[in-house]
């Protein structure tokens, strides 16, 4: 969603793997501690590829494209039925750390 900040989010999760754990409480389900270690790496890598791409002069919409290049159908519904709210676009721009467009 445009308001999640993504970067707080890695910043947090770091936090979390500070502290001796099996299970966390994510939540809608519980998460063993390796669930939020491949959370993490997830979000940072994801963030590396962005950032790489957003470095070499590639527009949001272009990286999106490139890092989400299969995705099921419903996740275009679910984007257009939320006006883009939900959007692969709003996570990029948050993992780049860029100001949240509003919707026109």
């Not at 949001?60 to 883009?84: D, H, T, W």
Request: a neutral charge; glycine letters at 4%; proline letters at 3%.
């Amino acid at each position: 969603m445009r308001e999640e900040d993504y970067i707080a989010t890695i910043n947090s999760l770091k936090k979390v793997l500070e502290l001796k754990f099996d299970k966390a409480y994510g939540g809608t389900l519980i998460l063993t501690r390796e669930k939020v270690e491949e959370y993490l790496n997830y979000l940072l890598e994801l963030k590396k590829k962005a950032e790489e791409l957003y470095n070499e002069g590639k527009t949001v919409r272009e990286i999106v494209k490139i890092l989400f290049p299969n995705v099921p159908q419903f996740v275009y519904l679910m984007e257009a039925f939320s006006g883009m709210e939900w959007s692969r676009e709003n996570f990029i721009r948050s993992l780049l750390g860029l100001k949240q467009e509003k919707p026109s």
